[in-house]
């Protein structure tokens, strides 16, 4: 039986398939040609803690496999202006549609609308979906290291940056933190959520931070949900955070996130 993660692959290959016999890869790379940018630096972002010591990246998200709905009436849009506000420091939005309830469109909407840098967050497997990333406005992709080969990482990692944007490379266990070293990136991705079994354990990203050298950035994913779990990465040294369900669920966001971020922000 498949475990979620390779459902998910499975799927995804299916629409990317189906994407392509709608427009080839070549079109999407004729249009990039003549298409003119502007990047936010997403990296550049995220090398420095900013207010309170960190940096969040709020995530726009409607459900997850192992959560189900979360908030599938989210306007995403809205949230992330209530992010922006808030004081994060970049906006990741995740864009699969069958599992997530997102969109390609959310993330057109929400680039337009605020004017932090954002993360398209997704299962990329393949470089088409590196060039529809691109045309849909987003600044950084996630690459996870789980569900690609070594020589794929490479490639998409390569093509992330001919193009201009970051890449935000997901690792959950140090064999795979030696893989996304290999690969030269220079901002990492712990994932807490093992993404075979979906159990999050918040001691994973603390246990790994010692094996970065001093020119890769750590961001730690999934299962936090208050000040003192962020402090508790800070000791190690991470001062990113990618923050999500626990952000969509809160009354209010703005404020949630200021409490995350630390008393030092200004109410």
């Given at each position: 039986m498949m475990t979620i993660l390779e459902r998910i692959v499975a799927d995804k290959?299916?629409?990317?398939?189906?994407?392509?016999?709608?427009?080839?890869?070549?079109?999407?790379?004729?249009?990039?040609?003549?298409?003119?940018?502007?990047?936010?630096?997403?990296?550049?972002?995220?090398?420095?803690?900013?207010?309170?010591?960190?940096?969040?990246?709020?995530?726009?998200?409607?459900?997850?496999?192992?959560?189900?709905?979360?908030?599938?009436?989210?306007?995403?849009?809205?949230?992330?202006?209530?992010?922006?506000?808030?004081?994060?420091?970049?906006?990741?939005?995740?864009?699969?549609?069958?599992?997530?309830?997102?969109?390609?469109?959310?993330?057109?909407?929400?680039?337009?609308?605020?004017?932090?840098?954002?993360?398209?967050?997704?299962?990329?497997?393949?470089?088409?979906?590196?060039?529809?990333?691109?045309?849909?406005?987003?600044?950084?992709?996630?690459?996870?290291?789980?569900i690609l080969s070594a020589s794929q990482l490479n490639e998409l990692a390569s093509l992330t940056a001919e193009l201009g944007m970051d890449a935000l490379v997901e690792i959950h266990t140090p064999a795979e933190y030696e893989i996304a070293h290999a690969a030269g990136a220079g901002l990492i991705g712990i994932n807490n959520r093992n993404l075979a079994t979906f159990d999050t354990d918040l001691d994973t990203a603390v246990g790994m931070a010692a094996l970065f050298q001093p020119d890769e950035i750590p961001v730690t994913a999934s299962g936090i949900h208050s000040r003192a779990d962020i402090e508790q990465n800070l000791a190690s040294g991470i001062f990113n955070f990618l923050v999500g369900e626990s952000l969509v669920r809160a009354k209010d966001r703005k404020a949630f996130l200021r409490t995350l971020i630390g008393s030092q922000v200004k109410q």
């Open positions: 290959k299916q629409e990317i398939a189906a994407a392509k016999a709608k427009i080839s890869a070549s079109d999407l790379r004729t249009r990039i040609g003549d298409m003119a940018r502007d990047l936010r630096g997403f990296q550049q972002r995220l090398a420095a803690p900013g207010p309170g010591g960190v940096n969040i990246i709020a995530e726009v998200k409607r459900a997850s496999p192992s959560k189900g709905d979360i908030c599938k009436d989210l306007d995403a849009v809205q949230c992330a202006r209530q992010y922006a506000a808030g004081g994060a420091a970049a906006v990741s939005v995740l864009t699969d549609t069958p599992y997530f309830k997102g969109s390609l469109n959310d993330l057109r909407k929400v680039r337009a609308a605020v004017t932090l840098p954002v993360l398209r967050k997704e299962f990329i497997i393949d470089p088409y979906q590196v060039y529809e990333t691109f045309i849909a406005g987003a600044d950084a992709l996630l690459l996870i290291v789980r």
